[in-house]
Every structure is written in structure tokens, then in C-alpha cells.
């Protein structure tokens, strides 16, 4: 008898598994039915800001796969504007309501796919559903936003909170002309740095006549008729015709844990290696579910695009009959922000203590490419080792043009749990146009191994 | 007593032994001589083509430290223009002769540094020695080849030979406005790479408009009043007014072997973890010492300005009284070519053959940022990996801008001999400036393990 795998939500985590369970697994033996809320399947939520800087004219080439696609080529119902509004594990249904008509139906599963992703954190603050207030989570928020800006072409825009998405969005809003405030309460911005590192971004943001607020929380909006007019601050208020929400987002677990299926200590759903939640023929994937911190040894919420599409791989390759795992993440982020190119992999210096290591840090200085090749550009790498080992716990990248990826070699060191000394001998790739004969990556490694063996107890 | 140094050649692994020994060691207990027979110190030879090509225009940015440095600052009497021209290990003498006077004076020494470098492959053919032929190797060579290109005006470039110096020559020669040929017995440039993506760069530079003539010995040289005039093959007489051997470079081993300090297999220096060679405090780094290949697993000769500097450093702690190793090569090397970005880690399908490997191999498209992203640039991945473990061996890279440097995650994973279906999982940067939401290197990886699973014995 044909089974019946229901997935609940369409983007990058739901629809990899429903493909690969579809690989493996035809229309005769398995009918898979996606529903999602929004309008659209399969898209690139991260290109979000770029679209609304006009850096991407067209937010279709946003959109991997569209529900016709999974149709036609895949035998997979995508169903649209749909949202799931309740599980019942016992009768194994969901409530699926049509967002248009309003009607509800009970769907049956055999098997569920839990994919329902992360919402942007909303502190309950006076004013805070005024319009105009968006957070940037969903496509459809983009096209809201654009949407703003095209009509009512706001001249000041405020970003509270200064995660990835906020810094990104308030360049998006400064490439449109717009006069753009970003304001929080921590000392510096992305708070997944150490203070020193984030303090390069907030001058370069100022350098991009962005106004940069710190150590400023936010108190409440005001409105007009319903539309945000202000920000209010602990110090003041900050004239605002658009505000955008960058304070981070929450795994969005409100089904799951109505449901029954259990939450774990990160507030997202708990997961076993193969994506199974806690309940039989149950599974999750992506920014709702998990993942295990190779380096803090723990599971955390990290809402990000690669990890759902892998998750999503994994579960649907278990889902279809397969075998696969997903053996966790390092903590590995990048982004763009004022031309300035910006990464972090593994712990910090506070979530290594956190973490119960102690540390030594170091910043090393160097350039993207040989000091006498044309376009070579300066970059700073800053590492968290643990002391007397001296293992990498973490890296931060802030530079020029060529800097980022070379966070990519701290993360697969990470991963291996390789000490600098180690990673100083690396055969990375070297000729003038890519790197000085001395990689970024191996000067950093090699100024950190000489702090280490500096505070090492002298056994001479 | 004051013990004496003595290092043979002036770049990078005898000059980064030389600082490293003085940094532990001062003038009072340690006397350092280097002896230098070209005319410069720690330079960087992998510049060379750019200074040719004009890219660099002036070639003391080339030069990392002078002898005035190394005396001044680093009390190491750095000797230019003096050629060692014999090493006695019983009296513990090297001989060294003044190029400029030709007077030979014994140099007596407690510690050797033996730092001869290589010398690029000269085949004995008829002509061979005419004017206007040029091996690539030292910086003098860069200078003699710029005052022939200012003095002489040459038309036609003829480059022999198709390793990494020999193409970027090419470049170099086609920049100044020369017509160009290169000329090889190979089937395809880079014969470091395997055929079909080497012949993506012979493309490539017949696109540049330079002449690719492959599976073509060249025989001999032809030359009218002792200058080269053309270079003559087994298929015909190409006109040449200057010519480059880029036919690869050999170990300079000759004082050391005639010394009697043991040679590998691989024709290179034999030295131990800590860069000594078989006789008691005469110690070899760069390109004249052998590297263990650590996924071949043996020694390996491979001349690059990065290992000698790495081993330079070891043996210079060592020398010093401290205490390091050199824990060898995977055989990463990266180059640009005409607008192509090319670089390759590990073996490639012929290498991991001869090693006793049985190996599959796969091709992965994909782009150096998201799809939708502006500048996001085709590249393509070739891996090597050992069947049924999936094991990686290699991989080649060739593409646009951005391409390259992500070798360098491979070669992370080939260090700790990781199998694709972890490497698919590694947790790599990802933003759409940078990186589709799968980097490229996840997707070669995926690929290379579903090819893989598909040859596995059904276990079901």
C-alpha cells in the first residue's frame, strides 16, 4: 500500500528531503505533500537583502524550484499558502489550513517531515506591530519590504539589532538612498565576534555613513495611524518611516512541542544522527531542528541555508530507505557588510570560556595576496586556541576582497580538532596572485603556536 | 667558544634557517654566514613572470630582505656573488669563491645549512646553449630576460616545456606583445593535472591567441652568431628570437652529493623529521631537500617557495636549540593562467595509480557564488577518490575568479586523509557572495560519494 509522507514547510530543509525521498523512493510507493505558508517553494531567504539593495534585480532568481517544478518533474504536491496548524501524532494527521479560503482539512501521514524553520525574534515592546516593522525571514517579507520602499519611498530606515541580516539589510536600505541608523544594546555589533573584531565592522559601517548606535537598547516604537514613526531608545528617539527587526531568530518549534515531539535544551527539536525526532516516523531538518557543536560539544540553534539543505539531504535519504548522517556543524558564518568581507568559524573568546576551555587569543596581520601583486588587499585573522595544546577553537576573519573563504580551512581544521602547530605546516596552495608564501592562514596559526609555547612551563 | 653557521644559498629556506638560528642564538654564541652566488637574498622567484609580464614593474619589490638587512638587523653576514664550490665534511670547510675577484677561500663551519635549491631541467640538445635560452629558477634569470626583452626587442617567444613557470612565461611573453608558442612532448600543459583538465588550459590559452603544440619533442635549437634563432621539433622549425625552458627543475644536489650527504630516491636531500641530512649537524630545507608525500607516502622532491620557507624555519629552530618538525606536502600548487585560475592537491589519476591505489573519479560543475549572485563564475572540481572508501585522494580545480583558493579545503582533508562523505559535510562558509548554498567543494565531494555508493557491493 502506498505510504504517505507529509511535509511541513517548503523551503530549503522540507523540500531537499522531499526530493530525496522521491529519488529514492516513486510516486507508487511514496506520495509526498509539502505545505508551506508563504508563497513560495525552495528559495534563497539569505539573497533576501540583496534584492531589496538591488544588487539582484529580480527575485525570481531567487527561487530555486517552484511548486509546478516539484510537480511535473518531481511528483511532489507542493501546496502553497498553506499553513499546518496543528499535528496529531495519535491519529497521525495535520490540520492543513488554506490561507485563501480559510478551510481547514486533516491530512494523513505515514511519515512526518518537520521543516517548519525559525522566526525572527519580536520582543513584546510597545508599538512593536506597528506597520512598517519587519523582520527578514521568509521571501514574502522581502517583497513586503520592497514593496515599502517602492510605494511609500521611506527616507529613514532603522535597524534594531545587529546580527548578519541586520548589517545587511541596513546596506541594502543605504544602496537606496535611504538614511540608515542601526541601534542595539550590545557594546559592538555581531555579537558572534569578539568586541575588538566587531569594532572594525562598526567603523566601517560608520565609514559607509551608516549611523552605528551601541549600548542603546531598545525601549518601543511610535506610530502614526498605525505606521511606525520612531524608534525609542533608552537616550532618545530615532525618526524611523521603515524599521527592519535584525535581533536574530528562534528555531520555530511551536508545532513540534504542541505536538508532543520533544524540544531539546537549544529550544529546538531534538534530533538523532539520522534526523529522527523522538517520535516514530517523525523527522526535522534545518533551522527547527538541532545540530550538534563539534566544538562546544553540545547542541545548539543555528539558523542557516547550508545546514537546512544538508539536513534536509540527510533526512530524505533516511526517509527514502537509505543510510545517511549528519555529523554537526562548527559554528561556521560570513557575510559581506560595507565592503568589508567578514567570517567566523568554531568559538569566540566568551563561548570558549563558556565552552570550559581556557584560551589564549591572538590577531595576526596580512594581506590577501603576495605584498607586491596588484590587488592585494589587508586582512585580520584572529584565533582562539586552547592554552598548553594549543587546539583551535575558533577563528575570525575581517578583510578586503579575498579574505573571507579562508575561513573555510579553519572550519575543516576544526572539525579535526587540530592544534596550530599543525596547522601551520598545511599545504595550502600558494603563488603570488592568491596568497603571500606565508598563507593568512599559516601566519595566523604560526603567531598563535608562538604564544603558546611562549606560556608553555619551561622544561629545559 | 663562538660555534659558526654556515648556510649554502641565500633565499628563502636558507635565509629563514639563518633568522630562525639567530633568533634562539645570539652573535656572541652563534656566528652565521650565508653564501649567496646570485646577486639577491631572499627574493621571491615565483614573481618572476609578473615582473616579466609587467605586472610588478619593479623587481626590488620582489625582494624580501637585502644583505644590509640580514647585517644590520639580523647580525647575519649574508656574501653575494659567492659560489660554494666545495664541501669537505672531514676538515668541516666549505670552499668559497668570489665571483667577482675568483678567489677561493676555505670557510670553516661547526653547522652546515645546505639551501642549493633547484636548477631547471636543460636536456642535452643540440644548441641548448645558444643566447637568448632561459631557465627560469633565480631572479638573475628574471633580469637577464627583461634586459633581452628591453635591449633586443624580440618578436617571437618560443616557451618549451608546459609545467606552471613555463605557462605564466607565456602570459608574461604575451602581455609584452610577443607572439608566442609553447611547445611540450605532452599531450596537454600541466601534465600535473590529468589530460582532460589540462586540456581546458590549452583552450584557454589558444583563446589568449598563444600557439599550443602538443605530443611535439623538440629535438634541438638552431642560432646564427651564437643567439638562438629557432627552436626545432620533430614536426618543424619554429622561429624563436628568445626562448624559456619551462621543462620543470631538479634538486641541486651536486656539492651535497659529492660531499657524500646521503641523496633520496626522489634524487632530493634525505633529511629527517627535523630537516637534518645523514651526517651529524649538516642539516637541508627547500628545494633541494626531500618532502615526505603524505598521501603517496614517500618522498617526494617538489621545489615551491612555501615549503622552503616552512622547512627553512624548522631547521633554523632546530639549529637554534628549539624544537620542530616538518610534517610534509599533500602536492598543492595553484597557479593563473590567462584569466584561469588552476590548482590541484593530492594525486592526480596517473599519481594515485602508481601508488597502488584503485581510484574513481568525477567532474563537478558549479559557480564561485550563488547563481543569482553578480560575478558568480563557472568552475570546475575533478576528484580523485579511493574506491569503496571513498577516501579522497585529489582534486583539480580550474575556473574564473574565486576559484582556486578553495583547493585548500581539499588539501585540509587531504591532510587528515578524510573520505568524501565527511568532506560533504563540512561545515564551510556560506553566503551568496561567496558560495552557492552547497559550496562547490560539498558538491564535488556529494558527487564523488553517490559515485561511490554507486559502486558498492548491494548489501540489502
Redesign the interface.
Known sequence: MRERLVVVGGD?AGMSAASQARRRRSHDDLEIVAFERGNFTSY?A??IP?YIGG??DDAA??IVRNPETFRDTYQIDARVRHEVVGIDLDRRIVLARDLDTRAERAEPFDTLMVATGAIPERPPLPGIDARGIFGVQVLDDGFAIRRMLDDHKPRRAVVVGSG?IGLEMAEAFKIQGLEVTIVDSAPQPLSTLDPDMGALIADAMREAEIDVRRNEPVTGFEADDGGVTAVVTDSGTLPADIVVLGLGVSPNTQLAREAGIAIGASGAIRVDQQMRTTVESVWAAGDCAEKFHRVARRPVAIA????A??EGRVAGINIGGGYAT???????????ICELEV?R?GLNESEASAAGFESLSIVAESTTR?????GAKPMKIKLVVEKRSGRLLGAQIIGRE?A??????F???L??E?AVN?I????????????P???P??IAARKAWERVEDTLPDCR
Chains 1, 2 share one sequence.
Open positions: 530549503a534563497s539569505c539573497g540583496y544588487v539582484v532568481r531567487l548578519y542557516l541555508g547550508t545546514h539543505n544538508k549528519f555529523p554537526g556543524v562548527v559554528g561556521t558564518a560570513v557575510s559581506r567570517a568559524t603576495a605584498g607586491y601583486y596588484p579575498g573571507a573563504k579562508r575561513i573555510d580551512v572550519a575543516a581544521a572539525w579535526m587540530l599543525e601551520m605546516h598545511l599545504d595550502l596552495s600558494y603563488a603570488p596572485p592568491y596568497a608564501v606565508w598563507d592562514v599559516l
